[in-house]
């Protein structure tokens, strides 16, 4: 093993010079390249760079909600800022990364609480959300307090995915039922239980993965010493296996994919579209894709989509 491997450079000031953020993780600075500081924990990014343009592109491809197109928009930019962050660690680079996240979770609060309802309602909703996020930005700018930061972010992406279980269970399963009703037997559209079904097990596939990057997070950041102990043992390229943060953003940025197509599958759902979109999920090791049947998106008013 040891003509496979090679050893990580002592840490060092790189390129970008004086660390700024207040934050830096269990990945060492300047370790594996003179320009840039954290390797792994930038790279890992692409991941939502690749997840956001495929949302985006089957957002105008299917005539999906803009809203979910808005949603995608901000998912790439928590990518590129967290590259910047993590490849500089200078504080605004941090700042980027870590509001675009607030932002973006914003986005699938307004498509939540705003479906259905009257364009006063919605903009109202949209002030109070704006006036929310203003204040966490204010806040955290005078604070630099990461635990506020992860702490805002935890309550509103609970928010969000508690939220749409309770859609889920109280309002689209009845009016899957009823719409099942009136159906003849002879039809090919999947019953409610098995679209709720599916949407059930694609929940807990997301926040199983959602929730495993979180643990990994946590076990990085607790035991760090000993993993940065255990890399330099087993040396370079192999030891990259070993860089939590990095497994953070690649777990975090699938489960955050998941539950944005979930919640774009429950409002097509909502408006009476299962007959003409599906979700593409043939197993676990897919990503979900809500999709016309047919393959042809149909055209029509629709004065819920926003």
């Known amino acids: 093993m040891s003509s496979l491997s090679f050893p990580y450079h002592e840490p060092r000031e790189g390129f970008w010079g004086e660390k700024t953020s207040t934050l830096n993780f269990c990945e060492e600075d300047y370790v594996m390249s003179y320009y840039c500081a954290e390797v792994c924990n930038t790279v890992t990014n692409i991941l939502f760079l690749w997840l956001g343009v495929r949302g985006i592109r089957d957002c105008i491809k299917y005539n999906h909600p803009s809203i979910f197109l808005a949603t995608f928009v901000g998912y ?150 000993t993993v940065r102990r255990w890399r330099h043992q087993i040396q370079l390229p192999w030891a990259v296996v070993l860089e939590g943060h990095a497994w953070w953003h690649l777990m975090t940025g699938i489960g955050a994919y998941y539950y944005i197509v979930w919640r774009t599958w429950i409002q097509r759902c909502l408006d009476g579209d299962e007959d003409k979109f599906t979700l593409n999920w043939p197993s676990v090791f897919n990503l979900p894709q809500v999709r016309p049947i047919n393959g042809k998106v149909a055209v029509k008013e629709d004065k819920k989509r926003l």
Request: hydrophobic share 45%.
């Open 76 to 225: 790439i930019v928590v990518g590129i800022g967290s590259t910047l962050f993590h490849g500089t660690l200078k504080y605004t680079m941090q700042l980027v990364d870590e509001l675009a996240m607030i932002y973006t979770t914003f986005f699938m609060l307004q498509a939540t609480f705003a479906y259905g309802r009257s364009l006063r309602f919605s903009a109202v909703l949209a002030v109070t959300l704006f006036a929310t996020a203003y204040f966490i930005t204010a806040r955290y700018y005078y604070t630099k307090d990461p635990k506020f930061h992860q702490d805002a972010y935890t309550v509103l992406t609970a928010l969000v995915v508690f939220s749409n279980m309770w859609i889920l269970e109280k309002k689209l399963r009845p009016s899957l039922k009823a719409r099942d009703a009136k159906r003849p037997s002879t039809t090919t559209v999947p019953k409610a239980d098995e679209i709720v079904s599916q949407m059930w097990k694609m929940v807990m596939v997301g926040l199983s993965i959602f929730l495993g990057g979180y643990l990994v997070w946590i076990l990085d950041n607790t035991y760090c010493n």
